[in-house]
């Protein structure tokens, strides 16, 4: 089972995961940009991030013969505080670089004015460079969320077909599936959607969108699994999806959606153990 887990937080993850995600299949990723869960002070704290995103984390997911790629934004929780929203002139710097996949995350959190700029600027964004965007739809009130998201898509110069809406679940699938975009799931533990609900959706929705869903893990600093996207995988075949099914949501169409931008590197094999900025992941170098 080769996997491309297209929505994954491993700035918050620990080697023994990459380690692990390997072992299970995953060959290829996306990392997000994301709320670190501590409120950032400043502009100058996302282009550090930013930098991570673009060179540590690369270096340490090739260690374990994992292809590392990204997406770039100003997320819709900050896009709340005024402290970070000059990021939104920095961004296009970031966007021209190798690796970037997309901009992301962008979307609502809780449905502020604020929000509605950061969205509609940053779709622009995307579409001035020629990137898909990766759209978080809100935890809360998910599909009110999601019909106010679609309304800004229509009204932005992004064809469907270059948007994911992440984050969907039974309540919001009907309304993404009639608009066009792409279908993000993300599978967790205890919250959003787990495997068997995804294997649920896929049996009522089937080939109507089988070509246009993706399913993630985003795991990050919170209780989540790194390998719920190989969950997925044998949930699917137990309830009867055939292995070019599995491989079409776990590799095909992430690498068809991402694909779009120009910029993925799939090649997965191990490099010699280097170090990077004179760091080694071996704690102690070779």
């Known amino acids: 089972m080769r996997i ?4 994954i937080h491993m700035t918050s993850r620990t080697t023994d995961d990459y380690v692990a995600m390997h072992e299970a299949g995953v060959r290829a990723l996306v990392e997000p940009s994301f709320w670190l ?23 340490r997911a090739a260690q374990h013969g994992i292809a590392h790629h990204c997406t770039l934004a100003l997320n ?32 609502y959190d809780s449905m502020t004015p604020a929000e509605d700029h950061a969205l509609a600027a940053q779709l622009q964004l995307a579409a001035d460079h020629d990137l898909p965007a990766l759209v978080h739809t809100p935890h809360r009130d998910k599909a009110r969320g999601v019909a106010r998201t679609l309304d800004v898509l229509r009204e932005s ?11 969907l679940n039974e309540t919001t699938v009907a309304a993404a599936t009639d608009n066009g975009v792409w279908l993000g799931f993300s599978i967790y533990p205890d919250t959003k959607m787990d495997e068997d609900r995804m294997v649920a959706i896929l049996r009522e929705y089937g080939r109507d969108i089988m070509d246009r869903v993706l399913v993630n893990s985003a795991a ?25 099914d599995v491989d079409r949501i776990l590799w095909r169409n ?15 094999e191990k490099p010699a153990e280097g170090t990077f900025e004179g760091n080694s992941i071996l704690r102690g170098g070779s």
């Open 4 to 7: 491309f887990d297209p929505h």
């Open 37 to 59: 869960g501590q409120p950032r002070t400043s502009p100058a704290t996302f282009f550090d991030y930013f930098d991570s995103l673009l060179g540590w984390e690369p270096f």
């Open 76 to 107: 819709p929780k900050e896009a709340n505080d005024p402290r970070c929203t000059p990021v939104l002139a920095e961004l296009p710097r970031y966007l021209v670089k190798d690796r970037v996949v997309a901009v992301g995350e962008i979307g």
């Open 157 to 167: 110069a992004l064809a469907p077909e270059r948007v994911v809406l992440d984050h």
């Open 220 to 244: 990050d600093w919170g209780k989540s699994d790194p390998l719920k996207t190989r969950r997925t995988g044998l949930a699917m075949l137990a309830a009867g999806f055939t292995e070019d």
């Open 254 to 268: 992430p690498v068809a959606f991402y694909g779009q931008s120009g910029r993925l590197e799939l090649d997965a």
